[in-house]
Protein backbone atom coordinates (compact mmCIF):
# COMPACT_ATOMS: atom_id res chain seq x y z
CA UNK A 1 0.00 0.00 0.00
CA UNK A 2 1.36 3.49 -0.79
CA UNK A 3 0.96 6.47 1.28
CA UNK A 4 -2.04 8.38 0.41
CA UNK A 5 -0.95 11.82 -0.49
CA UNK A 6 -4.73 12.90 0.10
CA UNK A 7 -3.91 15.17 3.43
CA UNK A 8 -7.48 15.89 3.60
CA UNK A 9 -8.58 11.98 4.43
CA UNK A 10 -9.07 11.36 7.87
CA UNK A 11 -6.46 8.74 8.59
CA UNK A 12 -3.28 8.15 6.45
CA UNK A 13 -1.56 4.98 5.42
CA UNK A 14 1.68 4.27 4.45
CA UNK A 15 4.30 1.97 4.03
CA UNK A 16 7.96 2.76 4.51
CA UNK A 17 10.53 0.96 3.45
CA UNK A 18 13.13 -0.56 5.63
CA UNK A 19 16.60 -1.26 5.02
CA UNK A 20 16.16 -5.19 4.53
CA UNK A 21 13.09 -4.95 2.09
CA UNK A 22 10.03 -5.39 5.08
CA UNK A 23 8.43 -2.59 5.68
CA UNK A 24 6.87 -0.67 8.52
CA UNK A 25 2.79 -0.03 8.78
CA UNK A 26 2.20 3.83 9.11
CA UNK A 27 -0.99 5.33 10.46
CA UNK A 28 -1.43 9.08 10.89
CA UNK A 29 -4.77 10.27 12.72
CA UNK A 30 -5.25 13.35 10.52
CA UNK A 31 -7.96 15.38 12.14
CA UNK A 32 -5.50 17.56 13.76
CA UNK A 33 -8.21 20.95 14.22
CA UNK A 34 -10.22 18.07 15.88
CA UNK A 35 -7.35 16.78 17.99
CA UNK A 36 -7.50 13.56 15.63
CA UNK A 37 -10.66 12.41 17.21
CA UNK A 38 -12.25 9.49 16.30
CA UNK A 39 -14.98 8.73 13.67
CA UNK A 40 -16.79 6.12 12.66
CA UNK A 41 -15.30 5.54 9.55
CA UNK A 42 -11.73 6.32 10.76
CA UNK A 43 -12.63 3.38 12.73
CA UNK A 44 -13.22 1.55 9.72
CA UNK A 45 -10.22 2.14 7.96
CA UNK A 46 -8.08 1.02 10.32
CA UNK A 47 -9.41 -2.06 11.33
CA UNK A 48 -9.29 -2.82 7.51
CA UNK A 49 -6.22 -1.89 6.98
CA UNK A 50 -4.50 -3.16 10.44
CA UNK A 51 -5.89 -6.89 9.14
CA UNK A 52 -4.41 -6.32 5.58
CA UNK A 53 -0.96 -5.67 6.75
CA UNK A 54 -1.39 -8.53 9.31
CA UNK A 55 -1.45 -11.07 7.02
CA UNK A 56 0.98 -9.67 4.81
CA UNK A 57 4.33 -10.87 5.54
CA UNK A 58 6.42 -8.14 4.22
CA UNK A 59 5.00 -5.86 7.05
CA UNK A 60 6.53 -6.47 10.01
CA UNK A 61 5.84 -3.43 12.40
CA UNK A 62 3.16 -0.84 12.76
CA UNK A 63 3.44 2.92 14.00
CA UNK A 64 0.60 5.02 15.08
CA UNK A 65 0.84 8.53 15.62
CA UNK A 66 -1.81 11.94 15.26
CA UNK A 67 -1.37 14.74 12.92
CA UNK A 68 0.68 17.63 14.16
CA UNK A 69 1.55 18.60 17.90
CA UNK A 70 -1.19 18.94 20.09
CA UNK A 71 -2.34 14.94 20.26
CA UNK A 72 -2.32 11.59 19.53
CA UNK A 73 -6.03 11.57 20.23
CA UNK A 74 -8.05 13.38 22.35
CA UNK A 75 -11.16 10.46 22.09
CA UNK A 76 -14.34 9.54 19.83
CA UNK A 77 -16.20 12.24 18.31
CA UNK A 78 -18.89 12.99 21.13
CA UNK A 79 -20.43 15.45 19.56
CA UNK A 80 -21.77 13.31 17.25
CA UNK A 81 -22.27 10.70 19.16
CA UNK A 82 -24.58 12.57 21.08
CA UNK A 83 -26.08 14.36 18.03
CA UNK A 84 -27.14 10.47 16.99
CA UNK A 85 -28.71 10.24 20.80
CA UNK A 86 -31.26 12.98 20.23
CA UNK A 87 -32.04 12.16 17.39
CA UNK A 88 -33.14 8.87 18.53
CA UNK A 89 -35.33 9.64 20.70
CA UNK A 90 -35.04 7.49 23.22
CA UNK A 91 -35.15 4.54 20.62
CA UNK A 92 -32.12 2.32 20.26
CA UNK A 93 -29.49 3.68 19.76
CA UNK A 94 -28.33 2.02 16.56
CA UNK A 95 -25.34 4.54 15.65
CA UNK A 96 -23.52 4.66 19.46
CA UNK A 97 -24.07 0.48 19.12
CA UNK A 98 -22.08 0.52 15.66
CA UNK A 99 -19.85 3.50 17.06
CA UNK A 100 -19.02 1.25 19.86
CA UNK A 101 -18.96 -2.25 18.24
CA UNK A 102 -16.12 -1.02 15.72
CA UNK A 103 -14.20 0.80 18.55
CA UNK A 104 -14.08 -2.22 20.77
CA UNK A 105 -12.89 -4.29 17.95
CA UNK A 106 -10.34 -2.18 16.84
CA UNK A 107 -9.11 -1.69 19.95
CA UNK A 108 -8.94 -5.39 20.70
CA UNK A 109 -7.27 -6.32 17.63
CA UNK A 110 -4.55 -4.05 18.58
CA UNK A 111 -4.26 -5.86 21.47
CA UNK A 112 -3.67 -9.12 20.35
CA UNK A 113 -2.40 -8.52 17.40
CA UNK A 114 1.01 -10.43 16.57
CA UNK A 115 3.46 -7.98 15.62
CA UNK A 116 4.94 -5.01 17.43
CA UNK A 117 2.62 -1.68 17.39
CA UNK A 118 4.01 1.01 18.16
CA UNK A 119 2.10 4.21 19.50
CA UNK A 120 3.44 7.66 20.02
CA UNK A 121 1.26 8.88 23.04
CA UNK A 122 2.39 12.77 22.03
CA UNK A 123 0.32 15.41 23.69
CA UNK A 124 -3.21 14.71 24.38
CA UNK A 125 -4.22 10.72 24.81
CA UNK A 126 -7.62 10.79 26.18
CA UNK A 127 -10.34 8.56 26.10
CA UNK A 128 -10.66 6.52 22.65
CA UNK A 129 -7.20 7.72 22.22
CA UNK A 130 -6.11 5.92 25.19
CA UNK A 131 -7.77 2.83 23.70
CA UNK A 132 -5.68 2.40 20.67
CA UNK A 133 -2.81 3.05 22.93
CA UNK A 134 -3.19 1.24 25.60
CA UNK A 135 -3.12 -2.07 23.65
CA UNK A 136 -0.33 -1.45 21.68
CA UNK A 137 3.04 -3.47 22.16
CA UNK A 138 5.46 -0.84 22.80
CA UNK A 139 3.84 2.87 23.90
CA UNK A 140 6.21 5.97 23.84
CA UNK A 141 5.31 9.01 25.58
CA UNK A 142 6.37 12.33 25.56
CA UNK A 143 7.43 15.83 27.25
CA UNK A 144 3.47 16.80 26.42
CA UNK A 145 2.00 13.55 26.83
CA UNK A 146 -1.55 14.05 28.69
CA UNK A 147 -3.29 11.07 29.73
CA UNK A 148 -7.08 10.79 31.19
CA UNK A 149 -9.67 8.95 31.16
CA UNK A 150 -12.57 12.05 32.09
CA UNK A 151 -15.65 10.23 31.26
CA UNK A 152 -17.06 10.97 35.00
CA UNK A 153 -17.69 14.57 33.10
CA UNK A 154 -19.76 13.43 31.12
CA UNK A 155 -21.77 10.48 32.44
CA UNK A 156 -20.13 7.96 30.45
CA UNK A 157 -17.25 5.25 31.98
CA UNK A 158 -13.72 4.62 31.45
CA UNK A 159 -14.43 2.11 28.32
CA UNK A 160 -11.73 1.14 25.48
CA UNK A 161 -10.80 -1.23 27.94
CA UNK A 162 -10.48 0.66 30.99
CA UNK A 163 -11.56 -2.61 32.79
CA UNK A 164 -8.67 -4.22 31.96
CA UNK A 165 -6.02 -1.58 32.29
CA UNK A 166 -7.84 0.05 35.73
CA UNK A 167 -7.53 -3.04 36.87
CA UNK A 168 -3.83 -3.33 36.85
CA UNK A 169 -2.42 -0.53 37.96
CA UNK A 170 -0.79 -0.47 41.97
CA UNK A 171 -2.24 0.48 45.15
CA UNK A 172 -5.74 1.79 44.05
CA UNK A 173 -4.74 3.83 41.37
CA UNK A 174 -6.99 2.49 38.88
CA UNK A 175 -9.82 3.78 40.80
CA UNK A 176 -8.59 7.30 41.66
CA UNK A 177 -8.19 7.73 38.01
CA UNK A 178 -11.08 5.93 37.39
CA UNK A 179 -13.31 8.36 39.46
CA UNK A 180 -11.51 11.51 39.16
CA UNK A 181 -10.40 11.82 35.66
CA UNK A 182 -7.28 13.29 37.02
CA UNK A 183 -4.57 13.37 34.22
CA UNK A 184 -1.38 12.21 33.82
CA UNK A 185 1.93 13.11 32.32
CA UNK A 186 4.85 10.90 30.87
CA UNK A 187 6.36 10.05 34.41
CA UNK A 188 3.43 8.90 35.09
CA UNK A 189 2.35 6.95 32.42
CA UNK A 190 5.19 5.04 32.94
CA UNK A 191 5.08 4.54 36.59
CA UNK A 192 1.31 2.96 36.29
CA UNK A 193 2.34 0.73 33.15
CA UNK A 194 0.39 3.10 30.91
CA UNK A 195 3.61 3.91 28.56
CA UNK A 196 7.02 1.53 27.81
CA UNK A 197 9.26 4.47 26.80
CA UNK A 198 9.90 8.12 26.79
CA UNK A 199 11.64 10.34 24.00
CA UNK A 200 10.97 13.87 23.01
CA UNK A 201 8.78 14.76 20.59
CA UNK A 202 11.21 15.66 17.99
CA UNK A 203 13.01 12.44 18.19
CA UNK A 204 9.54 10.86 16.14
CA UNK A 205 10.85 11.27 13.16
CA UNK A 206 14.88 9.86 14.13
CA UNK A 207 13.24 6.50 15.82
CA UNK A 208 10.75 5.92 12.83
CA UNK A 209 13.44 5.66 10.28
CA UNK A 210 15.88 3.85 13.59
CA UNK A 211 12.99 1.12 12.90
CA UNK A 212 13.46 1.51 9.40
CA UNK A 213 17.35 0.57 9.99
CA UNK A 214 16.62 -2.76 12.01
CA UNK A 215 16.96 -6.12 10.82
CA UNK A 216 13.20 -7.96 11.02
CA UNK A 217 12.91 -11.93 11.85
CA UNK A 218 10.14 -13.66 13.20
CA UNK A 219 6.69 -11.94 14.43
CA UNK A 220 8.70 -12.79 18.30
CA UNK A 221 12.03 -11.55 17.83
CA UNK A 222 10.35 -8.62 16.10
CA UNK A 223 8.84 -7.64 19.52
CA UNK A 224 12.44 -7.76 21.04
CA UNK A 225 14.33 -5.62 18.75
CA UNK A 226 11.39 -3.20 19.16
CA UNK A 227 11.87 -3.06 22.95
CA UNK A 228 15.57 -3.33 23.01
CA UNK A 229 15.75 -0.09 20.12
CA UNK A 230 13.45 1.56 22.80
CA UNK A 231 14.96 0.84 25.67
CA UNK A 232 18.37 2.30 24.49
CA UNK A 233 16.61 5.43 23.24
CA UNK A 234 15.18 5.70 26.58
CA UNK A 235 17.79 5.70 28.37
CA UNK A 236 19.69 7.96 26.49
CA UNK A 237 16.77 10.45 27.22
CA UNK A 238 15.71 9.75 30.95
CA UNK A 239 17.30 13.53 31.98
CA UNK A 240 14.27 15.71 29.54
CA UNK A 241 11.52 13.02 31.57
CA UNK A 242 9.23 15.68 33.11
CA UNK A 243 8.45 15.35 37.05
CA UNK A 244 5.29 13.03 37.83
CA UNK A 245 2.60 13.69 40.07
CA UNK A 246 1.24 9.93 41.02
CA UNK A 247 4.64 8.22 42.40
CA UNK A 248 4.75 11.72 45.06
CA UNK A 249 0.97 10.54 45.97
CA UNK A 250 0.99 7.03 45.97
CA UNK A 251 0.63 6.93 49.62
CA UNK A 252 -2.26 9.28 49.76
CA UNK A 253 -3.78 7.33 46.47
CA UNK A 254 -3.73 4.00 48.22
CA UNK A 255 -5.11 5.78 51.24
CA UNK A 256 -8.36 7.25 49.95
CA UNK A 257 -9.01 4.07 47.85
CA UNK A 258 -9.03 1.78 50.44
CA UNK A 259 -12.87 1.89 51.63
CA UNK A 260 -15.11 -0.80 51.37
CA UNK A 261 -17.92 1.24 49.34
CA UNK A 262 -18.10 3.79 47.23
CA UNK A 263 -19.39 6.29 49.27
CA UNK A 264 -16.84 5.82 51.73
CA UNK A 265 -13.96 6.16 48.82
CA UNK A 266 -15.69 9.42 47.58
CA UNK A 267 -16.15 11.20 50.98
CA UNK A 268 -12.40 10.08 51.29
CA UNK A 269 -11.37 11.44 48.19
CA UNK A 270 -13.62 14.62 48.73
CA UNK A 271 -12.17 15.39 52.10
CA UNK A 272 -9.02 14.83 51.44
CA UNK A 273 -6.96 18.02 52.47
CA UNK A 274 -6.00 19.72 49.35
CA UNK A 275 -2.04 19.64 48.99
CA UNK A 276 -1.86 20.76 45.55
CA UNK A 277 -3.23 21.61 42.51
CA UNK A 278 -3.24 18.22 41.23
CA UNK A 279 -5.40 16.76 43.56
CA UNK A 280 -7.91 19.79 43.59
CA UNK A 281 -8.28 19.24 40.06
CA UNK A 282 -9.18 15.77 41.06
CA UNK A 283 -11.57 16.73 43.67
CA UNK A 284 -13.56 18.85 41.68
CA UNK A 285 -13.57 16.85 38.62
CA UNK A 286 -15.13 14.12 41.22
CA UNK A 287 -17.38 16.27 42.88
CA UNK A 288 -19.10 17.85 39.45
CA UNK A 289 -19.25 14.49 38.02
CA UNK A 290 -21.94 12.19 37.24
CA UNK A 291 -22.70 10.08 40.48
CA UNK A 292 -24.17 7.16 37.94
CA UNK A 293 -20.44 7.05 36.41
CA UNK A 294 -19.01 6.70 40.03
CA UNK A 295 -20.99 3.71 40.62
CA UNK A 296 -20.21 2.17 36.90
CA UNK A 297 -16.66 2.77 38.33
CA UNK A 298 -17.14 1.00 40.69
CA UNK A 299 -18.23 -2.18 39.60
CA UNK A 300 -15.62 -1.71 36.94
CA UNK A 301 -12.57 -2.20 39.15
CA UNK A 302 -14.52 -4.70 41.74
CA UNK A 303 -15.88 -6.74 39.29
CA UNK A 304 -13.96 -6.91 36.46
CA UNK A 305 -10.50 -8.15 37.49
CA UNK A 306 -11.11 -11.22 36.99
CA UNK A 307 -12.25 -10.63 33.43
CA UNK A 308 -10.35 -12.60 30.30
CA UNK A 309 -10.13 -9.66 27.76
CA UNK A 310 -12.93 -10.49 25.25
CA UNK A 311 -14.87 -10.58 28.41
CA UNK A 312 -13.90 -6.71 28.91
CA UNK A 313 -15.08 -5.52 26.22
CA UNK A 314 -18.22 -7.54 25.81
CA UNK A 315 -18.96 -6.27 29.27
CA UNK A 316 -18.24 -2.41 28.27
CA UNK A 317 -20.12 -2.65 25.01
CA UNK A 318 -23.21 -3.49 26.95
CA UNK A 319 -22.56 -0.65 29.33
CA UNK A 320 -21.65 1.84 26.41
CA UNK A 321 -24.90 1.10 24.70
CA UNK A 322 -27.03 1.66 27.89
CA UNK A 323 -25.29 4.92 28.66
CA UNK A 324 -26.82 5.71 24.98
CA UNK A 325 -30.26 4.67 25.94
CA UNK A 326 -29.61 5.88 29.48
CA UNK A 327 -30.06 10.05 30.23
CA UNK A 328 -27.18 10.93 31.85
CA UNK A 329 -24.45 10.45 28.89
CA UNK A 330 -26.89 13.05 26.86
CA UNK A 331 -27.26 15.40 29.60
CA UNK A 332 -23.44 15.49 30.52
CA UNK A 333 -22.18 15.92 26.78
CA UNK A 334 -25.01 19.19 26.34
CA UNK A 335 -23.58 21.20 29.39
CA UNK A 336 -19.82 20.30 29.10
CA UNK A 337 -19.77 20.20 24.93
CA UNK A 338 -23.16 21.45 23.28
CA UNK A 339 -24.66 24.31 25.91
CA UNK A 340 -21.51 24.26 27.55
CA UNK A 341 -23.27 25.73 30.90
CA UNK A 342 -21.58 23.34 32.84
CA UNK A 343 -24.37 22.60 34.75
CA UNK A 344 -25.47 19.20 34.25
CA UNK A 345 -28.66 17.99 35.76
CA UNK A 346 -28.01 14.20 36.85
CA UNK A 347 -30.97 12.49 37.48
CA UNK A 348 -29.19 11.06 40.68
CA UNK A 349 -27.18 14.42 41.65
CA UNK A 350 -25.61 12.36 44.91
CA UNK A 351 -23.35 9.99 45.22
CA UNK A 352 -25.67 8.14 47.97
CA UNK A 353 -29.01 8.21 46.47
CA UNK A 354 -27.96 6.49 43.30
CA UNK A 355 -30.18 3.10 43.84
CA UNK A 356 -28.57 -0.24 43.03
CA UNK A 357 -31.60 -1.16 40.83
CA UNK A 358 -30.17 1.90 38.32
CA UNK A 359 -26.86 0.47 38.28
CA UNK A 360 -28.09 -2.64 37.33
CA UNK A 361 -29.57 -1.43 34.57
CA UNK A 362 -26.27 -0.36 33.09
CA UNK A 363 -24.75 -3.66 33.15
CA UNK A 364 -28.18 -5.71 32.01
CA UNK A 365 -27.55 -7.19 27.89
CA UNK A 366 -29.98 -5.55 25.23
CA UNK A 367 -28.88 -8.54 23.18
CA UNK A 368 -29.50 -12.11 23.35
CA UNK A 369 -25.93 -12.62 21.54
CA UNK A 370 -23.39 -9.81 21.91
CA UNK A 371 -22.21 -8.23 18.45
CA UNK A 372 -18.83 -8.57 19.73
CA UNK A 373 -19.64 -12.68 20.25
CA UNK A 374 -16.56 -13.52 18.19
CA UNK A 375 -14.25 -11.03 19.87
CA UNK A 376 -11.40 -13.65 19.91
CA UNK A 377 -11.32 -14.76 16.49
CA UNK A 378 -9.24 -13.04 14.62
Not at 120 to 132: A, K, R, T
Not at 297 to 317: C, T, Y
Not at 343 to 351: C, D, E, L, T
Request: with cysteine; proline share 5%.
Amino acid sequence: MEESGMSDKPVLFEERECSDGHRIGVITLNVEKSLNALKLSMIESMYSVMQEWRLDDKIVAVFMQGAGDKAFCAGGDIVQMYESICEANNGPPAYAEEFFTREYRLDYLIHVYPKPVVCWGNGIVMGGGLGLMAGASHRIVTETSRIAMPEVTIGLFPDVGGTWFLNRMPDGAGLYLGLTGAACNAADALELGWADGFLPHAQKEAFLQALTRTSWSSPESNHTRVTQLLRSWNEQHQSQRPGGQVAQHRAMIKQVTQGKSLTQVVGAILDYPTVDEWVGKAQKSLRNGCPTTAHLVWRQIREGGGLSLPDVFKRELIMAVQCAMHPEFREGVRALLIDKDFKPQWRYPSFADVPEAWVDEFFSSPWDISPLHDLAVL
